[in-house]
């Protein structure tokens, strides 16, 4: 029986289970150990916002990457569905990249077939969540140019939203805090990196903060036109569980 | 209903800090624009300074839902609701006595930043009604802008409504520092804005809109050489792809947009479309807005319905929307048929129904834009056929796990494996098979005011405003 450790990442399951795709072969039982590492898969864009530190001791080929017939689009596909943490998703995954080195680059066309819904369905999730959370994500002041968020996703969006925010509030220190996951994207005005946070460690508002919230909450009530009040939509675009981490109170 | 007026009296609160003079202008100034409904942030993409405040997504971002179930994405909010102009729609006019107030370009910008930074908005859409005059109208908006782009830094999106009558120089320079500009139309014809906006004529809406245009054209070559929307990429714009940033002076990198009232005069669909695919082709317009009109004025000039025409408003942006993103132009959209749109069914059933000699398509010859006429198909799902055709012949089974839904479109697309009755129906037939196999798709309950058993009068007195 093969039986494949890997460390939690989505480079440690590749480089894992590379030896195996080489020989066209599939583990029986794929192990993970919760280590959660932002290494991701190699970019050539912004390098140094990335930081790729990998778990001490692993040892990869970096031509684990170069698996032939693998397009930048297939990487995507798996990266994204990868972190939806779904149970098997490393099998899935494997089924879907020896497809692809079987088709020679061209395996986003076998849209039929089931190796390749099944990413395309667990990436679909995890993309959606993560525009979900461009949007409702709620940055709250907590000290001199310094903002925490708090989320809950079900998927581990954590590294799709960090660089999102690093370019749209290069200027200003934030921490993004998935709670679920204990862990906690930070940016100090360089890089960012992901780090361990338990879920209570939740920090307290500055002075401003509850002035800036009023304001919204007055605006967000004031814009909905009353002649249309159609509660049933708005629950439609923000489902419940999303309610207790805004700032805003939807449903009235 | 009476909980949000509850609701509403939060703002009346008078915090200590900085920012609560504020509170009750934000409470007047958003109220007063949230009629207006061209919100949208998409149209311009634009990447962060480095180290910068800021970025313009691509892909609009909604950052929250109103009880109305309208997408949120802009800080939207008139700079003044004083008014010197007495259109008959609007709740601003001159003749109206309501609570006026009016923010300091600081304020609004101090505003502005404060949302954005916790990620409550993409941005700002500014409207005023006028204060004074035109020209000062106008330079108020500019400083509050510029001291956003300048001062804050800020490189978020930013939408402003031109005031019509404004000097072109101050057009232009407002045009340079942000993302889309808008000059209202208002009412679909000359007679009828001759009859309803007595302050504002056909040429001072036109002239500004072509010069909008002409100076967009001349500072954004780029996106004036794009191809017609292929299968392969992505879709977006009206008629053009969008084009990232690119460095140098920028006029308006979103384009501009308009919006219309409808009901308020006689046009039907047909004119009000055709007008649009104009202002979409000759003006190069990124969006036209509809706004059903809500008679809060008791004014001679204007019907007054009995409801506001909702459903009338859904069909409108579902037919333009075929106009910008699937080929469709405004004069077959009404072949065959009267120059309204169906209430019963969305405007490209409306158009397969009249039309069934183009039906059955087969899914998999049929080219993309053939797909795209195929009720039920959207860009998306015709695009995967495309893509997955390539891969082998496609069977019903296969359409299906494309994840496309086949309650529509089975009528009008076959395959291997369709079921035969379903196609090649008698129109009259057609009709009611479609009504019948989905009761609840119109969904008219969504969208009368009657469903609303607590409506006050009241609210419809705040209806229509901040037109600019
Ligand atoms: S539509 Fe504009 S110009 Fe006309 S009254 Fe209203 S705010 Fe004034």
């Given amino acids: 029986?093969?039986?494949?450790?890997?460390?939690?990442?989505?480079?440690?399951?590749?480089?894992?289970?590379?030896?195996?795709?080489?020989?066209?072969?599939?583990?029986?039982?794929?192990?993970?150990?919760?280590?959660?590492?932002?290494?991701?898969?190699?970019?050539?864009?912004?390098?140094?916002?990335?930081?790729?530190?990998?778990?001490?001791?692993?040892?990869?080929?970096?031509q684990a990457f170069r698996l032939p017939g693998v397009s930048r689009e297939s990487w995507l596909n798996a990266w994204h569905a990868f972190l939806s943490e779904a149970p098997g998703i490393e099998t899935m995954i494997a089924r879907y990249l020896l497809l692809a080195i079987e088709k020679r680059g061209a395996v986003d066309t076998y849209l039929t077939d089931d190796r390749v819904r099944n990413i395309n369905r667990f990436a679909h999730r995890v993309l959606a969540e993560k525009h979900r959370f461009m949007g409702l994500l709620r940055f709250r002041n907590i000290g001199q140019n310094l903002y925490y968020a708090s989320i809950n996703s079900d998927n581990f969006v954590l590294p799709l939203l960090a660089p999102f925010f690093v370019e749209r509030f290069a200027d200003q220190q934030w921490i993004i805090h998935d709670r679920r996951r204990e862990v906690a994207a930070m940016y100090d005005l360089r890089v960012w990196t992901i780090i361990e946070r338990s879920a209570g460690d939740l920090p307290e508002d500055s002075p401003e903060e509850d002035a800036a919230q009023r304001l919204w909450r007055c605006f967000f009530d004031s814009i909905a036109v009353r002649e249309r009040l159609n509660l049933a939509l708005q629950q439609k675009f923000i489902p419940k569980k999303y309610w207790s981490d805004l700032i805003e109170t939807p449903g009235r | 209903m009476a909980n949000v007026i509850g609701e509403m009296e939060k703002c009346l609160d008078q915090p200590q800090e900085r920012l609560s003079g504020v509170i009750d202008k934000l409470r007047i100034l958003s109220a007063a624009a949230r009629y207006d409904v061209s919100c949208a942030s998409s149209g311009s993409s634009r990447k962060s300074t480095p180290g910068g405040l800021g970025n313009v997504a691509a892909s609009g971002i909604c950052h929250?839902?109103?009880?109305?179930?309208?997408c949120i994405s802009l800080l939207k909010v008139l700079f003044t609701n004083h008014c010197a102009y007495d259109c008959a729609y609007c709740?601003?006019?001159?003749?109206?006595?309501?609570?006026?107030?009016?923010?300091?370009?600081?304020?609004?910008?101090?505003?502005?930043?404060?949302?954005?930074?916790?990620?409550?908005?993409?941005?700002?859409?500014?409207?005023?009604?006028?204060?004074?005059?035109?020209?000062?109208?106008?330079?108020?908006?500019?400083?509050?802008?510029?001291?956003l782009r300048e001062v804050h830094g800020f490189g978020g999106y930013i939408h402003l409504k031109a005031i019509p009558g404004a000097d072109p120089d101050l057009l232009f320079e407002a045009g340079t520092l942000v993302d889309r500009m808008s000059v209202n139309l208002e009412l679909p014809s000359h007679n009828s804005l001759q009859l309803l906006a007595p302050d504002k004529s056909k040429e001072q809406i036109l002239l500004p809109m072509t010069r909008i245009r002409d100076w967009h054209r001349e500072h954004n070559p780029q996106q004036h050489r794009q191809p017609l929307l292929t299968s392969q990429t992505e879709v977006s714009g009206p008629l053009q792809s969008r084009k990232p940033f690119v460095a140098g002076l920028n006029f308006v990198p979103g384009g501009q947009s308009t919006q219309m009232i409808i009901g308020a005069s006689p046009e039907d669909d047909r004119q009000i479309l055709t007008l649009s695919e104009s202002l979409?082709?000759?003006?190069?317009?990124?969006?036209?807005?509809?706004?059903a009109y809500i008679p809060i004025n008791h004014d001679s000039r204007l019907p007054e319905p009995p409801q506001p025409q909702l459903l009338r408003e859904h069909r409108l942006y579902q037919a333009d929307w075929l106009l910008r993103f699937y080929r469709f132009s405004a004069e077959e959209l009404f072949e065959n048929g009267p120059p309204t749109l169906d209430s019963d069914f969305d405007p490209k059933i409306m158009w397969a129904l009249r039309h069934p000699e183009r039906f059955p398509v087969d899914a998999n010859r049929a080219d993309f834009g053939m797909l795209l006429r195929v009720p039920g198909l959207g860009v998306l799902s015709a695009q995967r056929i495309v893509r997955a055709r390539r891969a082998g012949v496609l069977r019903y089974e296969d359409l299906v796990k494309l994840g496309i839904v086949m309650k529509r479109a089975r009528f009008f697309l076959t395959a291997p494996g369709s079921a035969t009755g379903d196609l090649g129906l008698d129109p009259h037939l057609l009709r009611r098979r479609l009504l019948a196999s989905e009761p609840g798709a119109i969904k008219p309950k969504q969208l009368s005011l009657n469903d609303f058993p607590g409506f006050l009068p009241e609210v419809w007195r705040e209806a229509v405003t901040g037109q600019f």
Avoid at chain 1, 5 to 16: K, P, Q, V
Avoid at chain 2, 95 to 113: Q, W
Wanted: proline share 7%.
């Fill in chain 2, 64 to 70: 929250s839902w109103a009880a109305d179930g309208r």
């Fill in chain 2, 91 to 147: 709740l601003n006019r001159r003749s109206n006595d309501i609570e006026r107030t009016a923010f300091t370009p600081e304020e609004l910008a101090e505003l502005t930043i404060s949302f954005y930074r916790r990620n409550y908005i993409e941005g700002l859409f500014l409207s005023s009604g006028v204060l004074g005059n035109p020209d000062y109208t106008m330079e108020l908006l500019i400083r509050s802008v510029r001291l």
């Fill in chain 2, 280 to 291: 979409y082709k000759k003006m190069q317009l990124k969006r036209v807005y509809y706004s």
């Fill in chain 1, 1 to 62: 029986m093969n039986i494949l450790r890997y460390d939690g990442s989505f480079y440690g399951l590749i480089c894992a289970l590379a030896p195996y795709l080489y020989r066209h072969q599939l583990p029986d039982v794929v192990e993970r150990e919760n280590v959660r590492q932002p290494a991701l898969i190699p970019t050539d864009e912004e390098p140094q916002m990335i930081s790729t530190a990998l778990a001490p001791g692993l040892a990869c080929d970096p």
